[in-house]
């Protein structure tokens, strides 16, 4: 369950980027308050970009010197009068240029994407860290050679480079229209009052033009900011998160985990089967056994008791019946078999103590597997909205995602919101990894927003041929 989420339709930015960046996550009125705020913070987001950027492309630099010498080496033998050079002194140098040049490039490559990584998450809630690779050798001089020069060691390089040539191309040009267009104004008006003060006003025309220009230039690099800031989050999401070496990772370290939830949850399950079938139905088969057997002695003898004796059974078998629904209940329903998720969810929400309201629009039945999942995280984040979110109302909305085929197929997306308190957290028993398990089971992906204090929204996009 990644820490990010999609953009909300109540969560609406300050002037935006366009549709083509819209998906990525940005600074926004809810999260930092009023507009100016919100572009404060993007210009001071982007100096941060462009004073990290020569520490990000340092590491660069280090392997194009560690290149250089191998190039240096390669040549030197073609070259008109080659250097003599003592066997020690080369050695040395290979040892400096080769390994511990590089070394230093990785841990301070590494040491640059941490940090980003920090700011992802104070700025845009970009909390994931990185995936921890389940196959990694268990020694530790392996590791340690692992950890410096290991692929996402070098990829981290890689990465780095790339931010930091974000950050001082783009970051820089809207710092410094920025800056040097608001100290361009304020120079020119210190020069207007130094001219009116000397009683030259012949020579007002070109301050006048910086002050009008010097605005102009700040405005510009201010309403760049968010394009830029958005571009960095996309730069910093693919390379960092998304990358394909992280997903394959990010999946198998899932899988471990999940596979422990999952074990535990069915055997929760069971235990809660086996109690509910022995403190109530049971006990109830057994008094209408009883009964059955005390009606059976009185046929010949009072007929009249033995009568009302089998209405009694016949009571105690439609209670008997009702106990085995409530068991079955948390399994599968019928109404989700024989009608789909149109009929059965307004079921599930008619439970609820919280008043729920239900919009389904689906043309067809998604698959069997895809509905039994979607029912399940309805009922379970209802379950949620009941115990944890002190909300007054929750809406449940359930539609048909469509997708191009590259891209996987359609969605069966749903959406649960509610008006709650907000702040979900799945480390304090609320149910969310076992959720996010029975998504992942079928590759979906269960995304949940709850700011502190502003509700809830848990959305889960389910394959369509689950």
């Not at 990290?52 to 033998?77: D, E, N, T, Y």
């Not at 571009?231 to 997903?247: C, G, S, Y």
């Not at 085995?324 to 307004?346: E, I, K, N, Y």
């Amino acid at each position: 369950m990644t820490g990010h989420s999609p953009p909300l339709p109540e969560e609406r930015g300050t002037d935006g980027p366009p549709a083509v960046l819209a998906g990525l996550p940005r600074v926004t009125v809810t999260a930092h308050g009023p507009p100016w705020r919100a572009r404060a913070v993007e210009i001071a987001y982007l100096m941060t970009s462009f004073a990290l950027a020569p520490l990000q492309l340092v590491p660069a630099f280090m392997m194009i010197i560690a290149a250089s010498w191998v190039g240096l080496v390669i040549a030197r033998p073609w070259s008109p009068s080659p250097a003599a050079e003592s066997p020690l002194d080369f050695l040395v140098e290979a040892v400096l240029l080769l390994v511990v040049l590089p070394a230093c490039a990785t841990l301070l490559a590494r040491a640059t994407c941490r940090v980003q990584r920090h700011r992802l998450g104070a700025v845009f809630g970009l909390v994931e860290a990185g995936a921890p690779d389940p196959l990694a050798p268990e020694g530790r001089w392996s590791r340690l050679a692992r950890f410096v020069f290991g692929r996402d060691a070098w990829s981290m390089v890689v990465y780095s480079t790339a931010a930091g040539l974000h950050g001082l191309l783009f970051g820089g040009l809207v710092v410094i229209m920025v800056v040097c267009g608001g100290a361009f104004a304020v120079g020119a008006l210190v020069g207007i009052v130094f001219i009116l003060v000397q009683g030259q006003p012949d020579d007002l025309s070109s301050p006048l033009v910086q002050v009008l220009v010097g605005p102009l230039i700040a405005v510009v690099g201010v309403r760049l900011a968010p394009y830029v800031v958005a571009t960095e989050v996309l730069v910093h999401r693919v390379l960092l998160f998304d990358a394909p070496e992280m997903r394959i990772r990010r999946r198998l370290s899932h899988v471990q985990d999940s596979r422990l939830r999952m074990v535990d949850a069915a055997e929760a399950e069971r235990r809660r089967i086996e109690r509910d079938l022995h403190d109530g139905a049971q006990q109830r088969l057994l008094a209408l056994t009883m009964t059955l057997t005390r009606a059976r002695a009185r046929v010949g003898t009072d007929p009249d008791t033995a009568l009302d004796l089998i209405t009694e059974a016949q009571r105690e078998s439609r209670e008997v019946m009702d106990e085995l629904r409530q068991v079955a209940r948390g399994l599968h329903p019928r109404v989700l078999t024989d009608h789909g998720l149109p009929a059965a969810l307004p079921v599930a929400a008619g439970r609820s103590p919280v008043p729920v309201r239900v919009e389904v629009d689906l043309p067809e039945r998604p698959s069997p597997r895809a509905e039994g999942v979607a029912y399940y995280v309805v009922c379970e984040a209802l379950t949620n909205v009941t115990k944890h979110a002190d909300a007054a109302r929750a809406t449940v909305a359930v539609h048909r995602l469509v997708r191009p085929t590259r891209h996987g197929g359609d969605l069966l997306r749903v959406t649960v919101t509610d008006d709650g308190s907000g702040g979900a957290d799945p480390e304090s028993g609320t149910g969310l990894y076992g959720l996010w398990d029975r998504v992942d089971a079928v590759d979906g992906t269960l995304t949940v927003h709850s700011p502190q204090g502003a509700g809830t929204v848990l959305t889960a996009d389910i394959p369509w041929e689950a």
